[in-house]
């Protein structure tokens, strides 16, 4: 019978993403699917934090080779046709668009879609020793007090057969087998809109320059909907078709030609060449599952919660699930954290799609507005903090404060991610998020010298200090970004996100450094 630590069930971004962190930490995992993930068109959009969790892992120069600048979050063009007049323009408040271009090492503007995902994350996945194996299906799984037996059957052969796992995954999409199997529903689930998206090959970017620096909507008389480049060259599109005349109410798919002469009306030219790749009947759905976790069994991405594709949030909020879970399960694999690590992903995981959902809700419900400036000024807020600004509080974060946190305030708190600032060190230039890296860090400034001899014995800890020559001799540059005195510290999760923080250095910083780890880790403080 076959062994292993973890299976992900679902080969999309958010499966093969998922997978690949916990190969990354060393957990034997093997991802089955029914079909092959790279068969389709690309579809979503990566952002700047899923870029930062692949740059995390060492895959930075393959994020160079593959990605591209894409439009600005939420800066979008409104035309008669590719070809027609301008109406409107519109992007997020300065404030914002200003923070999303100074928060991250990777440029916001980066991108590369699903496709490029999936690939890259498969490679590596395999070049970890994590296994992949398409045309499986699941059919059944049982859950006991220390494994999951799950029941497999082949596509090809019919042949069923049982590998059995200590954690079972469900990244299986929207209408998820695994979920469905585990009795959790969507209880909240409602449709906001049904559309049809059209994926094709079309030499459009002389035609439509705004595309490498705007999302772009089309509004004529025949069609309303959007193109979007899926490449540097311009050459591949999609097309969220939500509105043409004849429209009926309930899901309707459009023939081949229908969706031709449609595509033809947002370009506004008949003569352009298409190549249409397929298109498909859709519904955008709202939704998060009453539960994310049942025993063994966990579901990440549309498993989960479900949203449409306003806002481009959908796909990264999946791969963050990811990355919140493996390295938690790798902990409690390793014997490093209790059980009841486990018991924090569902609400940090639901504060997170909380905050991506609230996004495309706004956006549906502000679609017909005729000043976009005005609706992405009440959006701004809510869409950084969908994006990456979330706030956790659970039983992995010591929580020091109750006030509410602006997203625009780019202070360490406990529960949120950890305050990207460039540093430099022995002439190269790197970032907070660098020195970190996936471990536990304590993380100290230029007067914390004295947390550097606390004795780390027993802990998987790295103690780091940010020197004055990291900060062009600026002192205060550590303090002000930790909301600490001097020599203050900051206690940051593998995934980047601060666990706690001392606005001092202590009378026994071992004893509070211990206390503080095992506590996030769920375990009991031993002296």
């Known amino acids: ?65 593959v990605g591209w600048d894409g439009p600005a979050a939420l800066r979008s063009v409104v035309k008669d046709s590719a070809v027609g007049a301008v109406r409107h323009r519109a992007g997020l408040p300065a404030r914002h668009a200003d923070r999303l271009t100074t928060c991250s090492p990777i440029d916001a503007r980066r991108t590369m879609t699903q496709y490029e995902v999936q690939r890259i994350a498969l490679e590596q996945l395999r070049r970890r020793g994590g ?22 059957i082949d596509a090809v052969s019919d042949r069923e057969h049982q590998v059995v796992s200590s954690y079972l995954i469900g990244a299986d999409g929207a209408h998820s087998r695994v ?38 909507f089309i509004r004529n008389e025949q069609v309303h909907c959007t193109l979007f480049a899926k490449g540097a060259a311009g050459d591949r599109w999609s097309s969220h078709i939500m509105d043409y005349s004849g429209k009926p109410a309930e899901l309707a798919q459009l023939s081949p030609e229908q969706t031709l002469r449609l595509l033809h009306a947002a370009i506004g030219d008949d003569t352009v060449p298409i190549d249409l790749i397929e298109c498909n009947a859709w519904e955008a759905a709202f939704g998060i599952a009453s539960a994310l976790r049942h025993g063994r069994v966990f579901l990440a991405g549309d498993a989960a919660h479900v949203q449409s594709s306003a806002g481009g949030l959908g796909m990264n909020t999946g791969i963050q699930d990811g990355h919140n879970l493996a390295w938690k399960l790798a902990a409690v694999l390793r014997g490093q954290a209790g059980e ?39 959006l701004a807020d809510d869409y950084l903090r969908g994006m990456m600004f979330y706030s956790y509080d659970s039983g992995a974060v010591l929580t020091d404060t109750a006030a509410e946190i602006d997203v625009l305030d780019d202070q360490a708190v406990p529960g949120r991610r950890l305050p990207h600032r460039w540093l430099t060190d022995d002439g190269h ?19 914390g010298s004295g947390w550097l001899t606390a004795a780390t014995d027993g802990l998987d800890l790295q103690v780091r200090q940010i020197t004055a020559a990291m900060v062009d001799d600026d002192p205060a540059v550590f303090a002000e970004m930790a909301g600490t005195e001097a020599d203050g510290a900051l206690l940051v999760r593998p995934d980047g996100f601060v666990a706690w923080r001392s606005d001092s250095l202590p009378a026994d910083p071992h004893d509070a450094v211990r206390s503080a780890v095992h506590k996030a880790l769920g375990h009991e403080a031993t002296r």
């Not at 499966?15 to 990354?24: E, I, K, P, Q």
């Not at 199997?181 to 439509?208: C, E, M, S």
């Not at 639901?350 to 009440?378: F, I, K, M, N, P």
């Open 429 to 447: 230039r790197l970032s907070t998020l660098d020195i970190v890296g996936t471990q536990w860090t304590l993380l100290t400034g230029p007067a």
């Open 179 to 216: 979920r469905n199997l585990a009795g959790i529903d969507v209880p909240d689930r409602q449709v906001a809109g049904r559309l049809n998206t059209a994926f094709f090959r079309a030499d459009l970017r002389r035609l439509l320059p705004e595309s490498a620096t705007h999302s772009c």
């Open 340 to 378: 009841t690590l486990l018991d924090s992903y569902e609400p940090e995981r639901r504060a997170a799609a909380e905050a991506s959902l609230a996004v495309s809700h706004g956006l549906h419900d502000g679609r017909q507005a005729q000043d976009t400036d005005q609706l992405y000024a009440q």
């Open 1 to 65: 019978m076959e062994r292993y630590e973890v299976i992900v069930v679902g080969a999309g971004p958010v499966g093969l993403s998922t997978a690949l962190f916990l190969a990354d930490r060393g957990v034997r995992v093997l991802v089955v699917d029914k079909r092959d993930p790279l068969d389709g068109p690309p579809r979503a959009s990566a952002n700047v934090r899923t870029l930062e969790l692949f740059r995390a892992i060492g895959l930075g120069p393959a994020l160079d080779r």
């Open 131 to 152: 296994q992949v194996r398409f045309g499986v299906e699941v059919v059944g799984f049982t859950v006991d007090a220390e494994t999951v037996h799950t029941q497999l």
